[in-house]
């Protein structure tokens, strides 16, 4: 208090602008403290829901099947171009290549491409436990080892739950090996909608052929009958 004078008007209004003038420097510090801490949680905040939005997407595909064959087929094309380079000798070769190509179709294929996908995102993304099993898994794969995801979906399931802030699974409850995701087939739907449309479209052109042939007979009948009207007016005529 001894810094403010009231002595007199002019010092008073000196004394309030100051006051005032210090009270607005305080109030913007303040505000740009607290925009700068804002940004900076919102900035976090994308990131951990980016980031939570990656690994659940990872989870469903190493983790969508509990039925079935759990495993990735590692086969590639690759592998046969590798199999004929190496000089495997006639029907021996044919028949490794023949069984190599039943075992890789194409179903195997897309599990693989979409598993492989979520490991590269989970050795991006996950954490140092998710990172080692998803290298492990990939060094499977490379190394054309059938390929197991049922530990890293573990790990992924109990970190996304934490991370949301979700009670634990229950220690009774037993959960099964999970595996990947198996890609729904849509082809054989849209083969049938197109020979629908190729019947729809033969019938349609089956009765605009009809209703054609039907006119045509109309007009042929016509002029018949309109022919042996004038032959028989002329007959009555001579």
Known sequence: MRYLDFTSWESL?????????????????RLLVMQTIQQRRERENRQVNERL??????YKTLGGSFTGDLAVDPTHVRD??????????????????????????????RIRDAVEAALSDVILLGTEEQ??????????MAAGR?????ELVVSLRNFIRQVLALEPVPTEVVIP???????????????????GEGK??????????????AGAMGVGGGMGVGVGLARDEEEQRG
């Open 13 to 29: 209004v000196t004394t309030l602008v100051g006051l005032v003038a210090f009270t607005f420097i305080m109030v913007g510090i």
């Open 53 to 58: 939005k990656i690994l659940i997407s990872a």
């Open 80 to 109: 046969l171009m590798r199999r004929q380079a190496a000089g495997e000798a006639g029907a021996e070769a044919d028949e490794t290549i023949v069984d190599l190509l039943a075992n890789s179709s194409e179903r195997s294929r």
């Open 131 to 140: 990172v080692r099993l998803a290298a492990q898994a990939a060094s499977d």
């Open 146 to 150: 059938p390929t197991y995801t049922a």
């Open 177 to 195: 090996k999970q595996g990947p995701v198996r890609p729904s087939s849509a082809s054989g739907k849209a083969k049938g909608d197109d020979a």
């Open 200 to 213: 729809g479209g033969a019938s349609t052109g089956g009765k605009g052929g009809g209703g054609a042939g």
